[in-house]
Structures are given as structure tokens and as C-alpha cells.
């Protein structure tokens, strides 16, 4: 009987245990020996690195997979392979440039009206100007952790990607940390449709974790 392998799924920004993708990878990889873990974490890194530090100890995960914000948290998990579903590698300053505007009742609900959480296990995004400056340190800690680490890195990004617009996603940073060699492009969106997690996502994963395709 093959060895169980883990993998550790962090959502993105709104994202929770009922998030889409890691659902469909339970799906895919049912009757395998593969667990799917994605827990929701909180919106202010404060208080999610710790959380998402003690999942991985807990899992002790054959592959880490980070989606969109998430994936800063991924980057600070080292000694494990990892892929990536859209690394939102510019969010953090992203988010710093925006702190200001959350003194303001207008500012904090243009956000709520643009990125609305679906109803469910969700992430609760909590508009308030300190917990986004905090994404400063928060994203210094990730590209440190990840620069030194040896770890693999693989990503995937969709042509159509709206934020890839605002440098929210952006292939030339990752290029730039990661190599020419590190990601492939799909022809969708941020949202990585269904058809692209079980044509490149899935088998990527296989690959990684050494599981053969079923007979």
C-alpha cells in the first residue's frame, strides 16, 4: 500500500476550508492515498503566521500548495516542495499602499464592496489600517524565507489574470526570484478554472509528490 501524502493548501484572500480548488482536488484524488488540508486563517498576518505555522507542524505535509495571498504564507514554509495557483507576490505592498484609506468609512467600503467574501468558511477580511501595514513585514519574512531556502518552487499563472494589471501578480517578479524555468502560463483567469486544475494542477502535483496516475 502506498505511503499517505499530505497536502497543505493555503487559500487566498477570502478564501477558506470550503474554497473551490481544494475541493476539487479531493475529488480528483479520491480512493488515493492524498489528503487535501485547507483550513481558514485569519486576515491579519499577526495573528495567521503563527496559525499557519502549527497546521504545518501538525501535517508535516508532503507539498504545500499557496493560492493568490496565500502564497506569501507558503513562501515562509521552508523544507517542502511547493506550487503555486497565481502567487499574489506583490500583495503586500499593495495592501501597505492602501492602509490609508482605511481611516476613512468610505475607503473601508469601497474594499467591502470590491473584494466581498462568499458566505460559507471564509476568511473574514477586517478592513482596518493596521493590519494592513502589517502585510510590510509579513511579505520581507516571505521572500527571505523563500530566497534562502533550496526548496522547489512552481507556478501558475492565467493569461487573463486582471490583477497581473496592477503588479498584484506578476510574472517578471517571479522570474526574477524563482527562474525562467519555475511556472507555466494557462489561458485563464486569477481564478484557475476547473479545466486547468485537472489538466496542468493535478498532474504537477503527481509529479512532485511521486504518485503515479490510476490504471
Known amino acids: 500500500m502506498s505511503e499517505n501524502k499530505t ?3 493555503l487559500h487566498g484572500m477570502g ?13 480528483y484524488f479520491e480512493g488515493e492515498p492524498v489528503t487535501v488540508v485547507c483550513r481558514t ?25 499557496g493560492e493568490s495571498l496565500g502564497s506569501i504564507h507558503a513562501l515562509r514554509l521552508t523544507g ?9 507576490l506583490g ?25 466581498q467574501v462568499k458566505p460559507g468558511d471564509r476568511q473574514e ?17 516571505a521572500f527571505e524565507a523563500a530566497s534562502s531556502s533550496g526548496d522547489y518552487y512552481y507556478a501558475f499563472f492565467g493569461r487573463r489574470d486582471h490583477y497581473r494589471r ?30 486547468y486544475v485537472r489538466a496542468l494542477l493535478v498532474p504537477k502535483i503527481r509529479e512532485v509528490i511521486g504518485l503515479q496516475s490510476p490504471q
Do not use: C
Request: hydrophobic share 45%; charged share 25%; aromatic share 12%.
Open 125 to 141: 477580511i477586517i478592513w482596518e489600517s493596521g493590519i494592513l501595514r502589517k502585510y510590510r513585514e509579513h511579505g520581507r519574512a
Open 7 to 9: 497536502i497543505l493548501y
Open 166 to 195: 496592477s503588479g498584484v501578480v506578476s510574472i517578471r517578479k517571479w522570474r526574477r526570484l524563482f527562474g525562467a524555468e519555475s511556472f507555466a502560463v494557462y489561458d485563464g483567469t486569477h481564478f484557475m478554472e476547473e479545466e
Open 15 to 27: 478564501g477558506g476550508g470550503d474554497s473551490r480548488i481544494p475541493r476539487l482536488l479531493r475529488e
Open 80 to 88: 517542502v516542495p511547493h506550487l503555486f495557483v497565481s502567487p499574489a
Open 41 to 65: 486563517y485569519s486576515f491579519d498576518p499577526e495573528v495567521a503566521v503563527p496559525e499557519v505555522a502549527a497546521l504545518f507542524t501538525e501535517l508535516r505535509p508532503n507539498l504545500v500548495i
Open 91 to 115: 500583495s503586500p505592498e499593495n495592501l501597505v499602499r492602501m492602509a490609508p484609506l482605511m481611516h476613512f468609512r468610505a475607503g473601508r467600503a469601497w474594499a467591502s464592496r470590491k473584494w
